[in-house]
């Protein structure tokens, strides 16, 4: 069984979904959406616990890493 890296010991995660928007605020606007809102509850209810860890692209930090 591999341990966790970077997170407290106890935490374990079973899944992971990785989502990308074309800029945060379409993020944003799914939030304020009436509709996402009224159904999100149920997500929120089948879960015991959740993370939403926001991440941006950079280029600069992209080509001043080699990655590319």
Same mark, same amino acid.
């Given at each position: 069984?591999? /341990?966790? %890296?970077? +997170?407290? +010991?106890?935490?374990?995660? #079973? #899944? $992971?979904?990785? $989502? ?20 999100? $509850?149920?997500? @929120?209810?089948?879960?015991? #616990?959740?993370?939403?860890? +926001?991440?941006? @692209?950079?280029? %600069?930090?992209?080509?001043?890493? /080699?990655?590319?």
């Amino acid at each position: 069984t591999a /341990g966790n %890296i970077i +997170a407290p +010991a106890d935490e374990q995660w #079973d #899944d $992971v979904i990785l $989502v990308e928007y074309p800029r945060f605020a379409s993020l944003q606007a799914l939030f304020a959406n009436p509709d996402y809102q009224a159904v999100v $509850v149920h997500r @929120t209810a089948a879960l015991v #616990d959740s993370r939403l860890i +926001a991440n941006v @692209t950079s280029s %600069i930090a992209a080509s001043s890493s /080699g990655i590319e």
